[in-house]
């Protein structure tokens, strides 16, 4: 039901081809290999931790055995994230933006906006809002300046990594017109197959909007064909 893309090995794939980026690896809640559909039911956290962690050790070992090379990094990012301590800790310039004020205002918004039930309307509301709050985020700094067991700072990196992948959510589900498992949009009730049989991707560079893909769904069609959600 959504999380970092991989193959049934839990390399993490790069694109909709399947492309593996060499020497990652995902498994569990964190990950998502396809073996859910599109409402992510109780207990099935068991197969992500329990067979896919299984998995993912079998085919890291494997990886090292082989000798095999990572994929290059690019940049430094190391510096990257001192940047982004520096950037949270120092004085600012005006009047900061409370951090727990920023997330509170996304909280509201994605409960109001992007529920469990959706429309084009609202999402486009919910849209703006958290580009407002990104806008805001921006100024944001925080009160506590250690170095050693900061809440605070921790506060501020999950809350800016909750701007991004709402944004993420809207967009994908303001592309997506059609209702289907946990994603329910009154104004396109019914499910469709024919257009909306895929996984989205998205792929996030700087401040610009995501970049949406589509992957195909794997489906042991004379076994398992996809039903209509009737409870």
Known sequence: MGGIPTNANCEVIANASGTPIAGLYAAGECA?????GANRLGTNSLLDASLFGKR???SIAAFVKNGAKLMPVSGDPVARSRARIAHFMDAGTGAAESVAAVAAALKENMTQNVGVFRDGERLKVA???VKDLQTRFKRARIMDK?????????????TEHLLTFSEV???SALARTES?????????????DKQWLKHTLA????????????KDVTIFWDRYPPEERKY
């Open 203 to 214: 792929h996030k560079q700087g401040d610009a909007p995501p970049r949406l893909d589509y």
């Open 127 to 129: 849209q703006k809002t």
């Open 169 to 171: 959510v809207i967009e």
């Open 180 to 192: 289907r498992g946990a994603h329910s949009r009154t104004d396109y009730a019914r499910r469709d």
């Open 56 to 58: 993912a050790g079998y």
């Open 146 to 158: 250690s170095r050693r067991f900061n809440t605070d700072l921790l506060g501020a990196i999950e």
């Open 32 to 36: 998502c290999v396809s073996v859910h």
